[in-house]
């Protein structure tokens, strides 16, 4: 019977319910799964989970985001502790360059979310590299509730970099908003390639480091965000999030439409279900798939309307199980249109919801796991 294991925060901050997920169904197939739980922002978590490690020695650990570099680092396991020789499941569900700066393990098996960035995981000499791409993580369809009604919904989190920016100098604040309004008009170059192209003074160009480019990422995600949503200002809009939304919106028309955080279990799926048209706003870094909200909200039952990514039609049949706009005036006229056809919204939402059901899963996406660790399996056998 195989192990694995791996760690997450106790409030369900981060990826605690992805792993939650994928361990409950790795059980399903026989796996012993040791999920550790701690309050991560808690000075005590960092010896609580090196003990639950060392006490559950495990065929597999599971990291998310995190190199296994990364994760010794993180839990300060001293170099004759490290579990070199334990095989790792390393799932990339964000641009990997922030995450990525030396190579990998010999026993690091690399997943990543965006099928466009395996040739930068390539060259950092993975044992295997590969494509798998999110899925809807709630359970079931969702139940409509009149306290979550609205014609529009958008459910996503932001990043208040304010404090960050305070620390640039004027003329890196000036820089950093032309590298930034590039990216939205050319989505799919990276900011060293902009960087290359717009530097900072004659001869002069900057160094994106991982941290550099996380901070764009963001300075990116949020302006293409708020703008999005304050041309939908007059319909019927709800945003929910985190709490940083609070900050980000001060003095926009937005900020009365903000509801807070929404739990993921308990209101996510009555949210996509009992709004009209649930509006997908994709991070810069979708070059080549999708995120959580293209899965979720066709499961629970909810009608999606999201920006076109270019791999959307290999997920979902364009205007068939689910609705994507081009750009701001293409948005409002579908949202207009799908307000006022509702019977068009109902069968969109009914054939959405068979396809996640029998594609998009966590079920599915382990299933596909597995045969790719059995495939290694049997290739290293014959080696």
Known sequence: MP???????????????????????????GWRAHLAEASLIDPAAKPQLRDHWFDHPSDWILLINQTAAHFYEYLEIPPDQ???SVKKIVWFL???????????????????????????????????????PLAADVAEAGVYDPAFASEVCFVGGMIDQSERRRQLSPEM???????????LRQRFKTFDQLAEEIPFAPGKRIHITPQVAHYLYWEANIRYRIRTLEALADFDLRIYGNEDWERLLSGSLLLRRFHGPADPV???????VSAKINLNIHSIQC???????????????????????????????????????????DLRQKIVYYLAHERER?????????RAQRDHTYHRRIQQLLSVLDACASRDKTI
């Open 266 to 272: 308990r209101d996510l799926p009555r949210i996509f």
């Open 287 to 329: 070059r080549g798939s999708l995120n959580q909200r293209d899965f979720n909200a066709p499961l629970a039952g909810g009608f999606l309307l999201s920006d076109w990514v270019p791999a959307a039609g290999s997920y979902f049949s364009p205007g068939v199980e689910a609705v994507y706009w081009s750009d701001i005036n």
């Open 82 to 84: 490290r579990p070199v």
């Open 346 to 354: 109902a069968a969109i939402v009914k054939r959405g919801q068979q």
């Open 94 to 132: 964000d641009d990997p360059r922030f995450f990525v700066t030396q190579a990998f393990e010999a026993e690091e098996y690399v997943f990543c979310f965006d099928e466009t960035y395996l040739d930068f995981l390539r060259e950092n000499n993975p044992r295997f590299c590969g494509f798998m």
């Open 173 to 183: 604040t000036e820089y950093v908003d032309r590298l930034v309004e590039e990216k």
């Open 3 to 29: 192990s694995i294991w791996s760690y997450s925060d106790s409030s369900d901050r981060g990826y605690g319910l992805f792993k939650r997920r994928l361990f409950r169904e790795l059980e399903i197939r």
